[in-house]
C-alpha cells in the first residue's frame, strides 16, 4: 500500500493549478476561494445567537455530500414547534 506521504508526491507532481477568476458571488456556488478573505468587522456586531443557525439530524446526513430540505424559518421568541414533515 502506498503512504499518504507517497501518494500525495505523486498527485503534486502530476497536476497543474487551474486559472484565478474573478466571478459574482451569486454565481460562486460549488467553487473554491482563491485566497482567504475576512470581514472588516465582525458580523452580527453584537453577541446574538439570533442571527443565525441551523438545526439538522445526524439521521438525515449520513450520506456525504446530502441536500437538506428547509423545512422552516422561526424568528427570535417565537414558540418551538415541530417543523418536520
Known amino acids: 500500500m502506498v503512504s499518504f506521504e507517497e ?26 476561494l482563491a485566497e482567504d478573505i475576512s470581514a472588516p468587522w465582525h458580523m ?8 443565525d443557525g441551523y438545526a439538522v439530524r ?11 430540505t428547509v423545512t422552516g424559518f422561526l424568528q427570535a421568541g417565537t414558540p418551538v414547534v415541530s417543523l418536520a414533515p
Open 58 to 68: 445526524a439521521a438525515d446526513c449520513r450520506q456525504i455530500p446530502c441536500t437538506l
Open 44 to 51: 452580527p456586531l453584537w453577541n446574538n445567537s439570533a442571527m
Open 7 to 32: 501518494a500525495r508526491c505523486t498527485i503534486l507532481k502530476n497536476v497543474q493549478p487551474v486559472g484565478i477568476e474573478r466571478i459574482q458571488l451569486l454565481e460562486a456556488t460549488g467553487r473554491i
